[in-house]
């Protein structure tokens, strides 16, 4: 058990110093698509909400939209995922704390609970990992395409302003 | 650049817009202001549909866009109407109109 939980420790910590450059790497690379896609999004929500309609898909839609720019938001990406590691850390330490002779309560039940709580952040922080990795994978296929699309509606005939005969 | 404004929703499928556009078919030139929106054109007069394209089209500050035109009335080549695929930014406007699209 006390092999596991160090090898779950060092785990955590490979985690924190790998996200950090990564992080920063990704986000710089990918920030003018982040801020094209979150303004897309922030034109469809403004324009459901003009609508201001009650029905229930358009509701739904103008919710689904702020979700995708709270994804979107790279400063709530970073504190979600460095919050939960940190406090999968901390608890983490508080666990190796309880074994010390500093620590004068003897209940088994802490312990569990503090490594189990750790655990549950670490994973949590991992789902969200997953998200801004797939959101950058997303982001890459989204440039691809609308690199595709405009070049096929530059073929496309588009309607011309007419001149004005000066009469 | 499409450099259009929209005027007036004339009914759930057509709008007005300025300036007139202006096409060549046949090696003729047609021009006119209405405009009908690709998507929306089977439906019966909706005034759910009309109004929401009022209050999306009218004084939007997103780019407007009209592609893919095709001539569908060219009897009068001053006062023709045009179908398009209409884009309010990046979206096709019929995106907005979920439940009218779906159900016909």
């Known amino acids: ?167 | 650049m499409n450099d259009f404004k929209v005027t007036e929703v004339i009914d759930s499928k057509t709008i007005r817009v300025e300036p007139f556009w202006e096409m060549e078919f046949n090696g003729n030139t047609y021009s006119g202001d209405r405009i009908n929106v690709r998507g929306l054109e089977g439906l019966e007069d909706v005034p759910e549909v009309s109004d929401r394209l009022r209050k999306i089209l009218i004084n939007t500050k997103l780019q407007l866009s009209f592609d893919s035109p095709q001539l569908i009335d060219y009897n009068d080549t001053k006062n023709s109407i045009v179908s398009c695929s209409v884009y309010l930014g990046q979206d096709n406007v019929v995106y907005y109109f979920p439940e009218f699209v779906n159900n016909y």
């Not at chain 1, 029905?55 to 939209?65: A, F, G, Q, S």
């Not at chain 1, 939960?84 to 850390?89: G, K």
């Not at chain 1, 709580?117 to 691809?144: R, Y």
């Open chain 1, 1 to 167: 058990m006390k092999e596991l939980v160090d090898l779950y420790a060092k785990l955590l910590i490979g985690t924190f110093t790998f996200i950090g450059p990564s992080f920063t790497l990704l986000i710089s690379l990918f920030q003018d698509h982040f801020e094209r896609v979150k303004k897309a999004h922030e034109n469809r929500r403004e324009t459901w909400m003009k609508t201001d309609s009650k029905d229930e898909t358009i509701l739904r839609e103008i919710k689904k939209h702020k979700l995708e720019l709270n994804r979107l938001d790279p400063k709530r990406q970073v504190k979600m995922v460095y919050g939960t590691l940190l406090l999968a850390i901390i608890l983490t330490g508080f666990y190796y704390f309880q074994h010390t002779h500093f620590w004068v309560f003897n209940y088994g039940w802490i312990r569990i609970t503090t490594i189990c709580l750790s655990i549950a952040l670490f994973i949590m922080c991992l789902i969200i990992l997953s998200i801004v990795f797939g959101t950058i994978i997303d982001a890459k296929k989204a440039e691809k395409e609308a690199q595709k699309e405009a070049l096929q509606k530059s073929k496309h005939t588009s309607l011309q302003i007419l001149k004005k005969l000066q009469s």
